[in-house]
């Protein structure tokens, strides 16, 4: 029912920057949290950020000091500001929204993932 679509991913060269964001859409929902995974090839997915509706955020160490997650004001929209970037950040970034969404005239918990978009910080 809620569908949520990246953008903003791309090509990009070491110490550059890229702002990704992704917009929930799609039924009626409340926004509990958002949050931005990333998944390189042979690793596991792993959480890079994630905010709460109330505005708290959360980093993985490996991005502290160089990215910035952040939701507009209704909620239904999430970005990263990726600064400094290291060829280590290379991978495909989903986007994750933890919702409450109106469906059989009642109020569901949904978990959902975008379709990724990729990220490629390279020379």
């Known amino acids: 029912q809620v569908q949520l679509v990246e953008s903003g991913g791309g090509l990009v060269q070491p110490g550059g920057s890229l702002r990704l964001s992704c917009e929930a859409s799609g039924g009626i929902f409340i926004t509990n949290a958002m949050a931005w995974y990333r998944q390189a090839p042979g690793k596991q997915r792993e959480l890079v950020a994630d905010i709460t509706s109330g505005g708290s955020t959360n980093y993985a160490d490996s991005v502290q000091g160089r990215f910035t997650i952040s939701m507009n004001n209704n909620k239904n929209t999430v970005y990263l500001q990726m600064n400094s970037l290291k060829p280590e950040d290379t991978a495909v970034y989903y986007c994750?929204?933890?919702?409450?969404?109106?469906?059989?005239?009642?109020?569901?918990?949904?978990?959902?993932w975008g379709q990724g978009t990729q990220v490629t910080v390279s020379s």
């Open positions: 994750n929204a933890d919702l409450r969404v109106f469906q059989l005239s009642d109020w569901l918990e949904y978990r959902s």
